[in-house]
């Protein structure tokens, strides 16, 4: 007599999950994770420059708030110092970016290619905001589960807010240029002493924060959904997989 643990919903025998239904359940669960994020990030890409600023300081400081109550201890501190920080840095650049974005048309190639350094740079200051958007969402959504990595959120987001001070610092250098130049003229003209002055302080600027935890943020597009990003290398690890099992030769 079998006993009813043996047997399935309709009174088969019950066989455990394969190892291969297990990881085809997990590559499922992680794509459909990917897909989630792609279309919040999507959202974010899509937000006007206005609505991404307000929304960046409203959970900086509500971050800076929960993390200011949690008592004298450093990590709290740095963390509540990062999110003061975002929460400056992005009200400073807001008005700057919109500026540029103000004059950025007259750079233009022709109307049909609407592309020069003013649209980049404020495009990449863009991404960074949004990055840190994503980010400050998720402290908030997660900083008081007992998963939650503080150490990881607080590199990750010291490492971003360096890299938006830096874009300040480069749309205050962009906006000297507009105001030192002619009406779209791309260079100085006549004044040496200006060039060199100008230079000289752009050389201080530190690059280094656009390299490691920030390396090619700006590039992101929403576009490059999962599925696309990795069909591909499923793919590969199916063929790897069929390469690993041995043939039906060498199991008997």
């Keep these: 007599m079998e006993s009813a643990g043996e047997a399935g919903p309709a009174g088969a025998p019950w066989e455990p999950a394969s190892k291969n239904d297990k990881e085809r359940s997990k590559r499922q669960s992680r794509r459909e994770w990917r897909k989630v994020k792609a279309k919040a990030l999507q959202l974010i890409h899509n937000m006007d420059l206005r609505t991404m600023t307000q929304s960046l300081v409203t959970l900086a400081e509500d ?3 929960f993390f200011s109550s949690q008592g004298p201890g450093e990590t709290a501190r740095r963390l509540s110092s990062v999110f003061a920080g975002v929460r400056e840095q992005a009200l400073g650049l807001e008005p700057a970016l919109g500026r540029l974005l103000g004059v950025a048309h007259l750079f233009d190639l022709d109307a049909e290619t609407p592309a020069n350094g003013y649209r980049s740079l404020v495009h990449t200051a863009r991404c960074c905001m949004a990055h840190l958007l994503h980010k400050s969402r998720y402290v908030a959504s997660n900083r ?25 610092a480069l749309t ?8 030192t130049n002619r009406p779209g003229g791309l260079f100085f003209e006549g004044d040496e002493g200006l060039t060199s002055d100008f ?54």
């Design 63 to 65: 971050n800076m708030a």
């Design 144 to 168: 008081r589960s007992i998963f939650f990595r503080t150490s990881h959120n607080l590199a990750e987001l010291e490492a971003y807010l360096a890299a938006l001070t830096q874009l300040r």
């Design 172 to 179: 205050y250098y962009a906006q000297r240029l507009l105001a």
């Design 199 to 252: 230079l000289r302080e752009y050389v201080t600027l530190h690059k280094g924060c656009f390299y490691g935890r920030c390396l090619g943020f700006q590039a992101f597009s929403p576009l490059l959904t999962p599925n696309h990003a990795h069909g591909d290398t499923a793919h590969l690890g199916t063929k790897r997989e069929a390469a690993r099992r041995p043939s039906n030769s060498q199991e008997k």
